[in-house]
Nanobody, 127 residues
Framework: QVQLVESGGGLVQAGGSLRLSCAAS????????MGWFRQAPGKEREFVAR????????YYADSVKGRFTISRTNARDMVYLQMNSLKPEDTAVYYC????????????????????WGQGTQVTVSS
C-alpha cells in the first residue's frame, strides 16, 4: 500500500513558477514509478510527467516538456514537480500517482497504469 499527499499548489501569474510536492508513505514507495497528472474543469485527467523507481528516467507530456521537471528522493519518500513558465492552460488540479507494477518502464501515460492516487492540489495560473 502507498498513501500519497500532495502540496504546494496555489495561485500564480503567468510566467511564474510553483513546486509541487508529494509525500508518500508505505513500504513500496521506493520501488514504485511515480507520476503526475492533472485535471482541468470539464476535461479528462491527463498525464503530465513520470519518473521510474530509480529516478534514472523521466518522461513528459509534450505540453509541459522543457518547462516542468519531475524528481524524487527515495530517502525522504518525496516526489516533486517543478513547474516553470506557467501558462493559464496549466490551471488544473494536480495529482500524484504511484505504479508498483511497471517500475522500470517510463512511458506509461494512462490513468489505468497507476494503482495509487493522492487527493490532488489546485494550481491556478492567472493571465
Amino acid at each position: 500500500q502507498v498513501q500519497l499527499v500532495e502540496s504546494g499548489g496555489g495561485l500564480v501569474q503567468a510566467g511564474g513558477s510553483l513546486r509541487l510536492s508529494c509525500a508518500a508513505s508505505g513500504r513500496t514507495f521506493s520501488t514504485a514509478a511515480m507520476g503526475w497528472f492533472r485535471q482541468a474543469p470539464g476535461k479528462e485527467r491527463e498525464f503530465v510527467a513520470r519518473v521510474t523507481w530509480s529516478g534514472g528516467s523521466t518522461y513528459y507530456a509534450d505540453s509541459v516538456k522543457g518547462r516542468f521537471t519531475i524528481s524524487r528522493t527515495n530517502a525522504r519518500d518525496m516526489v516533486y514537480l517543478q513547474m516553470n513558465s506557467l501558462k493559464p492552460e496549466d490551471t488544473a488540479v494536480y495529482y500524484c500517482a504511484a505504479d508498483s507494477r511497471n517500475r522500470e518502464i517510463v512511458r506509461i501515460t494512462t490513468t489505468a497504469g497507476y494503482e495509487y492516487w493522492g487527493q490532488g492540489t489546485q494550481v491556478t495560473v492567472s493571465s
